[in-house]
């Protein structure tokens, strides 16, 4: 197994410009999710989808938009880049351990990005 | 506010030490909390899970203790080694899909 893939691994945008993160994995996980990590501020909650066709926002989801057609897809989209939006970007999936919902996540390697 | 804190300064200790590491929280009710690994320029790796009405979890040299009367997880790595060096960090689950990190504690083993 793969495992949580994410390309590219380093990205330089212009202020304005649009670009999709992408993100895969192959372990038929139902969850994945989009988490951005800044210096001092922890990883922070982006986008989340518990299965294909549905998606929910988390704790900064502004700027971002995600879809989930298939299991294995995730893409982040970033309409309009801004400086700000300079960070790491990790995609994770996980599934439930639990029946009361506890997920251990599979993290991928990350997405440098940075925004001129 | 909602916080999540880590130790805020690096931890050094001496190899075959114990280490001690703490997340405190503020304004969540946790169902469950997690411990994740993070190496330099890699992504996190999931260590443990422990639930709001469990006490403590044990895995080889690591423990998790979760005590939410006073809101706080300590992780214990015992008998260290220099390659345990990382950054550690936690994360909350309350009811629902949302997790919440902590920003993390630097763990260095000294040979």
């Known amino acids: 197994n793969a495992g949580v893939t994410q390309t590219p691994k380093f990205q330089v945008l212009k202020t304005g410009q649009s670009m999709t993160l992408q993100c895969a994995q192959d372990?038929?996980?139902?969850?994945m999710s989009w988490y951005r990590q800044d210096p001092g501020m922890g990883l922070r909650l982006i986008h989340y989808s518990v299965g294909a066709g549905i998606t929910d926002q988390g704790e900064v989801p502004n700027g971002y938009n995600v879809s989930r057609s298939t299991t294995e897809d995730f893409p982040l989209r970033l309409l309009s880049a801004a400086p700000s939006q300079t960070s790491v970007y990790f995609c994770?999936?996980?599934?439930?351990?639990?029946?009361?919902?506890?997920?251990?996540?599979?993290f991928g390697p990350g997405t440098r990005l940075t925004v001129t | 506010s909602q916080k999540i804190e880590q130790n805020s300064e690096a931890l050094n200790i001496q190899e075959g030490k114990t280490a001690t590491l703490t997340c405190n929280y503020t304004?969540?009710?946790?169902?469950?909390l997690q411990w994740y690994r993070q190496d330099p320029g890699r992504g996190p790796v999931f260590l443990l899970l422990?639930?709001?009405?469990?006490k403590e979890k044990r895995k080889e040299r690591l423990k998790v203790t979760f005590d939410t009367t006073l809101k706080q997880s300590l992780f214990h790595i015992t008998a260290s080694q220099p390659a345990d060096s990382a950054t550690y960090l936690c994360?909350?689950?309350?009811?629902?899909?949302?997790?919440?990190f902590g920003t993390g504690t630097s763990l260095t083993v000294i040979p």
């Open positions: 994360a909350l689950q309350p009811t629902g899909n949302q997790f919440y």
């Open positions: 422990i639930r709001e009405n469990e």
């Open positions: 994770a999936s996980s599934y439930s351990v639990t029946s009361g919902g506890a997920y251990e996540q599979y």
């Open positions: 372990m038929n996980h139902e969850y």
């Open positions: 304004n969540y009710s946790p169902a469950y």
